[in-house]
């Protein structure tokens, strides 16, 4: 039972990852990132807090952002456990989105959808589990014309955001304390 504990635990600290870069709650991600953790994924890498001030730069810009998390495979050594698991992010770009990016502007809005997989090292330290180190990998990219029925444009409360007003807010408060 207790490996089973263990990877509800982890795959608490994955999903409140995909949750923090979609919402923008950077403020989230000293409770997912043991204090000595590496990242590397494409452009992006460095230590933990590193990473964020570089994933602000990249994704803040974006109209809107969906990472999807799937097929994770875990594999415990002791308080130790390398896992991967396969993403699917899609990304929104503005029009005036930045040209120097990892996805660069083009002068109208478009969708880039990723293919990925994080392969991700979390220590168990004190009855917690950290994300220690993670690669990402990409497999594939596609980037489409933006198509979207208006819904960008339509009524700002039935969008998500990526502040406080979304009604998620009560969802991440236990990790929030």
Known sequence: MARVEDRLKIADKLHLYTHAIDRRRWDLMPKIFHDEAIFLFGEVEGDWRGFIEQAKAIIDPMISTHHQLANTLFNF?????????YLTATHILPADYPVDMPFPG?????VVTVGARYIDRFEKQNDEWWLKSRNGVFDWRQDTELNDGGLIDGPQDALGQTNESDP???VTSKWRE
């Open 77 to 85: 050594d002791g308080d130790v456990a390398h896992c991967e698991s």
């Open 106 to 110: 083009i002068g109208r809005r478009y």
């Open 168 to 170: 998620s807010t009560i």
